[in-house]
Every structure is written in C-alpha cells, then in structure tokens.
C-alpha cells in the first residue's frame, strides 16, 4: 500500500476514535495555569530561544519534518516532544535524550506549550501516573527513533521498539491508553503530532516558514518515493 493511502487510513481511524469531552488550551511563553491536573499532558516544541516564534532546535526541525510526512506542514507538526503531568505542582515524567526523568514542566515556562486534558476517572488518571512514574530512570528509546526515521524517510511500515527504553511520545502513549480502548498506531511509533491530531490540539498560532534545513529535509521523502516509484517500473528493454 502507498504510504499516502496508509496514512489516509490511520488519520481517518484516528478521526473516528477521538474521544470527545477532550479539553486543551494553549499557554504563550510565561503563562502557566494556576494548577495542574494529574494524568494531563503536554505538548512543547524544543527552542534555542524562548517566545512563541523561537528558533526550532536542529533535532526539533528533524522531528517536524518526519511529522510532516504524516501531517503536512500543520499545526499538529508544530510539536516536538511531549510529557505527562504527575502532580498539581506540574512535575512531569518525560522520555529525554539521557532517559526517562522526572521534572517539573515550569522549565518550559519560557516557551509556548499544550496542555491536553482527557477524560478520565481518577483511577485511569493514577494509573496513567503510576505508570510513567515507574519508569523514572528507564533509558532513552535510542533504537524506536531510528526506526520512526527510517519509516519517515523511506515510508516502511517499521517499528524498532526495546522493552524499558521510550521515546517521549512513547511514553505518552503507552500512558494515556489508560483513558482510551488503544491508538491506531502502535505508541512505538506515535510522534507528538501523533498525540496532538488524535486528541485534536490545535494552538491557532501561525505556522512559522520551514528555513532551509526544514525545505531539505521536507524534501527527503519525495526524493526516496521518486527513486522507490523508478525503480519498480524499470524502463522496457530495447528492441
């Protein structure tokens, strides 16, 4: 199957199962709420710099441009990392690049964010908690974003996964499945655009242009599916 037609179905499955009563507000850069609620979780984009219109980090500009091959250039590709909120004080559990931590998201404070909030009982909610809280100190998913490179880049239907190793939106996944029957993708290969579009988070904020890192990397994929399309219709032997 193309991998258009792939992800027109995933999207359309994604659409169907959206639970509804899902609420999410958009914080600017230095607004915070007043509490947190356990078991929500955040939506960031990695910065060099703070403000709503900060420069993208090279490895954020990487990330949005595999969501792009999945979502276009969309407010839902806006997202590089994601994290789930464990107290009303805002700590957080998030999957970083030196492993699964705990932290408080007040960090982020100097950048825009998402915050989702699902519905959910209190027992889903200490579960979905519970959950990322046992994995503090779990190592980073290095193998899972390879493979979520790979199958952006090439369009394979390829998941690399290690038990006790996740990624950041792994980890959200694999948590908030406490609140829904399951993701249509496996959480292994959900990306934080993944999240956003599932749970339908939009910021309304202007999309900024893709510079020229971001216009090359965009253009990988149309490469890589040029060269696949040529050459599985090799040209007819001469006569």
């Not at 825009?112 to 190592?139: N, T, W």
Request: some cysteine; glycine content about 10%.
């Amino acid at each position: 199957m193309h991998r258009r037609q792939r992800e027109d179905q995933i999207h359309a499955a994604l659409r169907h199962l959206r639970p509804e009563g899902t609420i999410v507000t958009h914080y600017p850069p230095g607004v915070a709420p007043s509490r947190f609620v356990p078991g929500d979780f955040s939506l960031h984009r990695a910065a060099v710099n703070h403000g709503v219109s900060g420069a993208t980090t090279r490895i954020g500009k990487c990330i949005q441009a595999g969501e792009r091959t999945r979502y276009g250039n969309t407010d839902f590709a806006r997202w590089t990392h994601s994290a789930l909120i464990v107290s009303e004080d805002g700590d957080v559990c998030e999957a970083l690049e030196t492993g699964v931590a705990r932290d408080n998201i007040e960090k982020y404070r100097g950048t825009d964010y998402m915050i989702v909030q699902p519905m959910g009982s209190p027992e889903q909610r200490a579960l979905a908690c519970a959950f990322a809280e046992s994995h503090v100190g779990d190592k980073y998913g290095i193998l899972n974003f390879a493979g979520l490179v790979i199958e952006c880049l090439f369009g394979w239907n390829l998941t690399i996964a290690m038990d006790g190793q996740f990624i950041c939106s792994g980890l959200v996944s694999r948590a908030t499945e406490k609140y829904i029957a399951g993701y249509p993708r496996s959480p292994e290969d959900m990306m934080p655009a993944d999240l956003a579009y599932f749970w339908g988070a939009e910021s309304g904020e202007p999309l900024p242009a893709p510079g020229p890192l971001g216009r090359f990397l965009n253009l990988l994929p149309l490469i890589v599916d040029l060269v696949r399309h040529d050459a599985s219709h090799p040209p007819p032997a001469g006569g």
